[in-house]
């Protein structure tokens, strides 16, 4: 297995920059996953093509406001983007630039409205900053942080992002990133989907750095996903255990909830009640236990959501449909279009 297995090209003109509007406008590519043949579609015609009997399962994970800009000691600005709590008084950070940054250090986030000190850096991981109080932090984010579109967009956060970059049912802050899939869903859907008789269950992943760092190994099997933390209610572990007892399909909105099923489901044997921190890497020869189907955007050349769906639909047709969906103009990344795999 090489990194150069999950490559594909794309113009640069196919990247989403803003996203559909309204929300359920974009369009959706509906994927066998057995015969890899696909349909043409748009997401209005999702419940068309979901079972009376499916489960649709939704990551209800809140983008918090993570970028912020600091000034160090010796006057120099740089950005620093909260990843995600270290400690009782701490949060692992990046910071740009920030290559002569040294322990100790101290710096004033947002023009004195908050001040921390860098304690020490490990290998590749993140920085971590040190607060007084980092009960705190939350709050001051967002009030003075912004909502952390990514970089690929090559545009500065807007007003519209802030509502935009938040699927319609957000509710538990904590992601540094969207859960993409979801972003498409509006109130209209959702009646749809319920008047079908399709029943919506809750988790919560909070997506983190670990999802975009780049593989930088030859051998993606080499590479290390920093985990994710989540919560599974018992509600909804009874819910979907009863489903699965029942032989009904269980639909994963996202490789987030993707993730966030089969982790558990690999952990316990079933759906259990839980919270912790999911570092499941799922590459292909990977054997699927909880997920019947998935709704996904359209990923990164070699990033591990590629490879996800790789092992979910088998990387050749994956690699087949990307290469249609390029022919056909569909919109790529977070803001993009989305596939239907079942």
């Known amino acids: 297995m090489h990194i150069s297995d999950f490559d594909y090209e794309l113009p640069p003109d196919l990247i989403a920059r803003e996203p559909a509007r309204p929300r359920d406008a974009s369009r959706m590519m509906v994927l066998n996953r057995l015969t890899g043949q696909w349909i043409d579609s748009t997401f209005l015609q999702l419940p068309d093509f979901l079972e009376p009997s499916d489960v649709l399962i939704i990551n209800d994970t809140r983008v918090i406001r993570a970028r912020v800009r600091g000034r160090l000691e010796n006057g120099r600005e740089v950005e620093v983007f909260f990843a995600n709590p270290a400690g009782p008084n701490s949060w692992e950070v990046l ?37 007084q109080n980092s009960g705190c932090v939350p709050e001051f984010l967002e009030r003075h942080g912004q909502i952390p579109i990514p970089p690929y967009l090559e545009r500065d956060a807007t007003l519209a992002d802030a509502t935009e970059y938040q699927t319609v049912y957000a509710n538990s802050p904590g992601a540094v990133a969207a859960p993409t899939a979801g972003l498409h869903f509006t109130e209209n859907i959702f ?152």
Request: charged content about 30%; hydrophobic content about 40%.
């Open 95 to 131: 910071v740009r630039p920030g290559r002569r940054i040294r322990p100790g250090d101290r710096i004033t986030l947002a023009d004195g409205a908050l001040e921390a000190t860098f304690g020490e850096k490990f290998g590749d991981a993140p920085r971590i900053l040190v607060f």
């Open 191 to 342: 009646e749809k989907i319920r008047a079908r008789g399709i029943e919506i269950v809750k988790l919560t992943l909070h997506v983190g750095i670990g999802t975009f760092i780049p593989v930088r190994t030859d051998d993606p099997r080499e590479h290390i996903l920093k985990p994710e933390r989540f919560e599974l209610s018992a509600e909804s572990a009874d819910r979907l255990n009863a489903a699965r007892d029942a032989g009904r399909r269980l639909i994963a909105v996202g490789t987030t909830s993707t993730r966030t099923l089969e982790y558990i489901s690999q952990k316990h044997g079933r759906f259990e009640a839980t919270s912790g921190e999911a570092d499941l890497f799922i590459l292909p020869g990977y054997e699927f236990k909880a997920v019947n189907g998935m709704l996904t955007n359209f990923h990164l050349p070699r990033s591990t959501l590629i490879m996800l769906i790789s092992a979910f639909a088998s990387r050749e047709k994956i690699l087949d449909a990307y290469r249609h969906a390029v022919e056909a103009r569909y919109r790529f990344y977070s803001y993009g279009d989305c596939m239907l795999i079942c």
